[in-house]
């Protein structure tokens, strides 16, 4: 990754595939760094994480509190005491980058922003973020501790492949272009330009502050190949989204995903002196698998499977191997497994069937 040379304006930038979370470039990409409104990824995975547990809804509405009515910024001028709902409120984060969305996000999933950015640290060490440091779930830098407000290239695209992975209804608010809040009252527009001027974005978000920069985390999706191009600290708002399609450009134009899943089902495996008498084999995995593009048409799969397997047979145990190829080299080889233990029989078990096979093979008088 970063062997290429890209026309990257900035100071940090990384492009992963969202499937299998591979990097296909990279510069500068542990580089602890400011990253402005791009933190709200993790506020946003948060929030969706709490309306897949059922601890909130969309159709919920929140009381705005002083608090998140006071934020500077972006903001979508949320007053005291007004009644919002979530769904307002994602969209609000997502489109406009509203600080005052975010914090009142944080305040309906837990209660107090102070143990919703220490949700936010426990998640991202929980991702492997070990560049990432939250003092705030909104990006801003309108406090003293917010120089230790730090992230990188490389962590914001493991977050932001989190959202989109495991929560891909994030993307009915980040696809928007221009909507309203407030029952049509108030309108948005969306700062991520390439929603509107880039083919196939799904997302994600951008972050300006005078000491971070121009930033984003943007993401598109061609040909059922998801790309998550990060760039930070770029000189100005053109530098980034240039950059970032530069980044998914060369992403979309080199890589493909292949499909482990079979055309057809593989054959039962039988079992010797076991309590059934055949397993069905399953791959180990089924998660795609990305190549060089070029090679996409000359793919080929072969499997190898045991042709019978004594009992007892462990769960998990290896029964075979699915070989992905193209032009004689191996792409992958995905283990073929028994998904269920089968159990040996046991003397009593194995001298009564012997037993019913004589009984059924002895000569009527």
Not at 262 to 291: C, F, H, N, R, S
Not at 321 to 334: H, P, R
Request: with cysteine; hydrophobic share 45%.
């Amino acid at each position: 990754a970063g062997a290429v040379e890209l026309p990257i304006q900035a100071e940090a930038a990384l492009l992963m595939e969202k499937e299998t979370g591979q990097v296909l470039y990279a510069q500068n990409e542990h580089e602890a760094l400011e990253p402005a409104s791009v933190t709200k990824v993790m506020t946003l995975l948060l929030t969706m994480e709490a309306i897949e547990k059922g601890s909130l809804h969309y159709d919920d509405v929140v009381t705005v509190s002083a608090y998140a009515a006071s934020m500077g910024g972006s903001h979508v001028y949320l007053s005291e005491g007004e009644q919002i709902t979530v769904d307002d409120l994602l969209k609000a984060v997502c489109v406009a980058s509203g600080n005052d969305a975010a914090v009142a996000l944080a305040e309906c999933v837990t209660g107090v922003t102070e143990l919703f950015v220490e949700q936010m640290n426990t998640r991202a060490k929980e991702l492997g973020m070990t560049d990432t440091h939250f003092v705030n779930c909104t990006g801003l830098d309108d406090e003293p501790s917010a120089a230790e407000h730090l992230t990188s290239a490389y962590d914001i695209a493991l977050m932001s492949r989190e959202l989109l992975l495991h929560h891909p209804d994030i993307k009915k608010f980040t696809t928007i272009w221009m909507d309203t809040v407030r029952n049509g009252a108030f309108g948005l527009a969306n700062t991520n330009k390439l929603v509107r001027f880039y083919e196939g974005t799904t997302g994600l978000k951008t972050g300006y502050t005078s000491s971070a920069g121009h930033c984003l985390s943007a993401s598109a999706q061609r040909d059922g190949l998801e790309l998550v191009a990060v760039v930070l600290h770029c000189a100005s708002s053109p530098d980034r989204f240039q950059s970032a399609k530069a980044l998914l450009d060369y992403g979309f134009a080199n890589y493909a995903l292949v499909s482990t899943e079979m055309p057809e089902p593989l054959q039962p495996v039988p079992v010797t002196l076991g309590q059934k008498a055949a397993v069905q084999p399953e791959l180990q995995q089924a998660a795609p698998i990305l190549i060089e593009k070029g090679l996409q048409a000359a793919v080929t799969r072969t499997v190898t499977l045991a042709e019978r397997v004594e009992a007892p047979v462990a769960a998990g145990q290896q029964l075979g191997t699915l070989t992905i190829s193209a032009n004689g080299e191996t792409l992958a080889e995905i283990p073929i497994i028994a998904p269920e233990a089968i159990e040996q029989l046991t003397w009593w078990e194995l001298t009564c069937r012997l037993l019913r096979r004589l009984c059924m093979t002895m000569p009527e008088e």
